[in-house]
């Protein structure tokens, strides 16, 4: 992967989706951009209204982890 380019989906791809342009929309608007996109790139929720969520400790380098409030993400957490 590339490391200036940490946030892409898949890591480190030129042509990857950029995950900071969910940052204000619905979980259900993300995964909608994501399925049109078809790279193989998902997301998962691992924070909830500032509350941890569990998570498997595997890594992906197409998961895009995000924290969620209100229904609307607020923050990438990372891609992995």
Not at 3 to 8: F, I, P, S, V
Not at 21 to 44: K, S
Not at 68 to 78: E, H, K, P
Request: charged share 40%; net charge negative.
């Amino acid at each position: 992967g590339c490391e200036t380019d940490k946030l892409a989906c898949p890591r480190g791809a030129a042509d990857g989706i950029r995950p900071e342009e969910f940052r204000g929309a619905t979980v259900e608007r993300a995964r909608e951009i994501l399925e049109r996109f078809d790279d193989g790139c998902f997301l998962r929720v691992v924070e909830r209204d500032g509350e941890p969520l569990d998570v498997t400790d595997d890594r992906s380098d197409r998961r895009i982890n995000v924290a969620v409030r209100n229904g609307r993400i607020t923050r990438i957490r990372g891609v992995y």
